[in-house]
């Protein structure tokens, strides 16, 4: 089945679409990335999103929007995932939406709204669409997140020891697959969300992060201020848990910056490095493991990797690329992947990473042109992620 999944992460910068042939063969799930493609969301698509998030309040009017605009910006990726990627035809989309609100109270995900209206996705390509992946895990008494968890324990199964998957975007979370224990996935704490937010901040909206850590780099880690950031018990909490930028934002920021006043804007940004890489060792070092899988926008800042791999002496750090799972298009994958699990009648949730009672089947299907037409439920779920081959494209729409 041709597959093209769809993802814009918590840093809202761009739409990316990773397509896939994908194939259940004896308990294997055998995966052929086809490429993938990012496009930039319009100017002013961005700026509503960002002047709707947390801790801002919206008018319905501005919700009606940005379910358009979202949908639509999808639909248009959707379009071009079809052509440029799938040499003009494909079977399903898998769309994740845009989070625009995480509702998490007393560590238990009350609901989670994804927006990005898929009529337009299916209406713009004519196939059906699988979308609102989170809510029937939320129903199910689960986070909702991390939902990659599934693709990180098919494709680390085959790996010695304890590896586990970080994703570093606005969140970090992590998978870690123990031999002999149900896997674990949950996230960390903020990634880049609050070092992109002082970035915004320090350069009134000019630059959008700290290109290649260069300002982290160039300043000197606040202990003070770390001490008032690491105090705060989301990160003492047990999995499974989640998080997002309605708790990690600029006004949280400024709370502690006001607690432990520091004078040079690169400093904050030193600290804030530092304070993503203590937490992501921390847990790491909690559940013992012994290598990590890394993916997402934050591996590509030197400064970050660099003091990940000082907290965490003997454990292997290696990019997802590796494994046959592009770092840029791992989560528009891990989406395809769990859409074609759901046609195919198999949930792809992870229970023990999620804190869910059961794996519920996820999402709610939006029929093509066709009537919908699903294949006959698979015998056994898999065990094993497979990646044949490697991306034969990559494009990028100018931008992001
Ligand atoms: N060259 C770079 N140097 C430093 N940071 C970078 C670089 N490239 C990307 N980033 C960081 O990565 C972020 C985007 O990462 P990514 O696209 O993985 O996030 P996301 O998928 O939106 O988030 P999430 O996984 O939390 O949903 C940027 O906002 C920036 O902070
Ligand atoms: C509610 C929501 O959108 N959560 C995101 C967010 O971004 C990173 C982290 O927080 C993760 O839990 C999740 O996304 C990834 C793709 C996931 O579900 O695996």
């Not at 992109?196 to 700290?210: P, S």
């Not at 904050?268 to 490095?273: G, K, Q, R, S």
């Not at 989406?335 to 519920?360: D, I, K």
């Amino acid at each position: 089945m041709r597959v093209i999944g769809l993802m814009s992460g918590t840093s809202y910068d761009a739409v990316e679409a990773a397509a896939a042939d994908l194939e259940l063969r004896d308990g294997t799930l055998v995966m052929r990335p086809l490429g993938h493609l990012s496009a930039p969301y319009p100017d002013r698509l961005r700026d509503l999103i960002a002047g709707s998030l947390p801790p801002a309040a919206v008018t319905m009017r501005a919700v009606a929007e940005l379910d358009t605009g979202i949908g639509q910006a999808f639909a248009d990726v959707a379009v071009r995932a079809v052509r440029e990627l799938c040499g003009g035809g494909a079977d399903l989309v898998v769309s994740h939406g845009q989070t625009l609100y995480h509702w998490v109270e007393d560590g238990a995900v009350r609901g989670t709204l994804q927006l990005g209206q898929p009529a337009w996705i299916a209406e713009a390509t004519g196939l059906p669409v699988v979308s609102d992946l989170r809510g029937r895990d939320v129903a199910a008494g689960g986070q909702g997140a991390p939902l990659v968890a599934m693709t990180d324990v098919l494709a680390l199964a085959a790996l010695p020891g304890v590896p586990a998957a970080l994703n570093l975007g606005g969140i970090a979370n992590v998978t870690v697959v123990a031999p002999g224990a149900e896997p674990l996935a949950f996230d960390t704490g903020p990634a880049n969300a609050l070092m992109d937010a002082a970035v915004r901040h320090f350069t009134d909206g000019a630059a959008a992060y700290d290109e290649d850590g260069r300002r982290a780099g160039a300043g000197r880690v606040d202990p003070a201020l770390l001490r008032v950031l690491l105090d705060d018990p989301y990160y003492g909490r047990p999995a499974p848990k989640s998080t997002g930028k309605e708790h990690f934002h600029l006004p949280y920021l400024l709370d502690a910056l006001a607690a432990a006043p520091v004078a040079e804007p690169d400093d904050v940004l030193a600290t804030l490095a530092r304070l993503t890489a203590v937490t992501v060792a921390d847990a790491c070092r909690a559940h013992g493991v012994t290598r990590l899988v890394v993916s997402g926008g934050g591996a590509r800042n030197p400064v970050l990797m660099g003091l990940l791999a000082e907290e965490l002496p003997g454990v292997a750090l290696g990019s997802s690329d590796a494994l046959g799972l592009p770092s840029d298009a791992k989560e528009a994958l891990a989406f395809a992947l769990l859409g074609f699990l759901t046609v195919n009648g198999l949930s792809g949730a992870v229970p023990s990473g999620t804190g869910a009672r059961r794996a519920a089947l996820l999402g709610t299907v939006t029929p093509g042109l066709e009537p919908l037409r699903l294949p006959e439920p698979a015998n056994e779920p898999p065990r094993l992620l497979r990646i044949a081959g490697g991306p034969r494209c990559e494009r990028n729409a100018g931008g992001a």
